[in-house]
């Protein structure tokens, strides 16, 4: 692929490396030979996630937490591009705690750019979210549109991006923020903040119900994580992308009653049900991408739909005896 030479060789630091897509992200970055300076205070990180990049020489890892400065300040020396991937990522949580939520949200996202501008960092790629939308009935979601979040978790995901753009255009800075749609694959935690797949594959591995919020018929976008590492690797190295946004994502609804089946399915367990609950505040209706803009200008096509990203995250459980 062409952006692979672009990468090697570059310092790129990745910030919640021991998250989720942190951990998948850098992976990648080593196997495109780049240097990755990892940073994560473990809130929600895993060690077993970076324990085989901790043996590879190209790769350092910090216990540090965005919101020490002074740390960010030290460590942007000699950095070419940051993924920003640290968060308090769940939605849920920040409705029950909004102000830890900011804290990270917005004041660690603030103290990476400013770190980055006086470091000279080249480029920083943000990881947003499809929740700054809101519940707008407009579908589907496209970049340029009213937004209007409706948690706190979506609040500062777009002061977030509007402090990007005011980097961008105060100081110049090479900032990009990729608005993700429901990602899932290997490495995301079956926990009660978590996804809804990985939640629902360790109760069907337990022969447990899913449990829906609401009715089931609300449609979402899944986005396999092979998806979003490369449309992290195409913002990093496309040129004249400054100050843009763009959404991420498989661009296939389907409803949550529909991935049920899917799921079910897969596992061979279509004999289970489905326990319906209340709808959670916070959670948007419908939520799906027009990734048009991503497809023109980054080149990004999503490669999984998600019956293949499903398999491949189910494959990956089954080598570590159905855990998640
Ligand atoms: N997973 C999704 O579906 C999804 C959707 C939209 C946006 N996002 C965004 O993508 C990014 C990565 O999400 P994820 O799914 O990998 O979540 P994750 O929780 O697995 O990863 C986030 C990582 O950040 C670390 N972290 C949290 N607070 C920190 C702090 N103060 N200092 C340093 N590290 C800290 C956590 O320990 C964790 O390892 C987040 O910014 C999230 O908001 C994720």
């Known amino acids: ?3 692979i030479l672009e990468l090697e060789g570059k310092r790129i630091l990745v910030t919640g490396v021991a998250g ?3 951990s998948n992200l850098s992976d990648e970055l080593l196997e495109k030979k780049a240097s990755v300076i990892g940073i994560d205070n473990f809130f929600n990180g895993r060690m077993d996630n970076i324990k085989d990049s901790l043996q590879n020489q190209n790769f350092t890892f910090h216990k540090a937490d965005i919101r020490d400065y002074d740390f960010l300040l030290e460590i942007c020396k000699d950095i070419d591009i940051i993924f920003h991937e ?8 920040s409705v029950k705690m909004p102000i830890s939520c900011n804290e990270v949200n917005v004041n660690g996202t603030l103290n990476i750019l400013n770190a980055a501008r006086i470091r000279d960092v080249e480029t920083i790629i943000f990881a947003s979210s499809s929740s700054v939308y809101g519940d707008t009935p407009t579908l589907p979601k496209k970049e340029d549109m009213n937004l209007i979040p409706i948690s706190p978790y979506g609040v500062a995901k777009l002061a977030c991006e509007k402090y990007l753009y005011a980097f961008y255009k105060v100081y110049g800075l090479n900032t990009v923020a990729l608005r993700y749609f429901n990602v899932y ?4 935690k079956d926990s009660t903040y ?3 797949i990985p939640i629902w594959l360790g109760r069907i591995y337990r022969d447990e119900n899913p449990i829906v919020f609401g009715d089931g018929e609300q ?7 092979k998806d979003v590492v490369n449309a992290n690797l195409l913002s990093g190295v496309a040129n004249n992308i400054a100050g843009e946004v763009f959404n991420i994502g498989a661009s296939s609804p389907i409803t949550v009653n529909e991935l ?3 799921i079910k399915k897969i596992c061979e367990k279509e004999y289970l049900g489905v326990d319906f609950t209340d709808p959670r505040p ?3 209706r419908d939520s799906f991408a027009d990734i048009t803009k991503a497809r023109k200008i980054l080149k990004f096509e999503p490669k999984y739909n998600i019956q293949t990203g499903l398999k491949k995250y189910i494959e990956w459980s089954k080598s570590r005896n159905y855990t998640i």
């Open 86 to 93: 640290a968060a308090f990522t769940s939605v849920p949580q």
């Open 282 to 284: 916070g959670d948007i």
């Open 20 to 22: 989720f897509i942190g």
């Open 219 to 225: 449609r979402r976008d899944f986005t396999y994580i």
């Open 185 to 188: 694959g290997p490495r995301q």
């Open 260 to 262: 049920a089946d899917i």
């Open 1 to 3: 692929m062409f952006y």
């Open 194 to 196: 978590s996804g809804v």
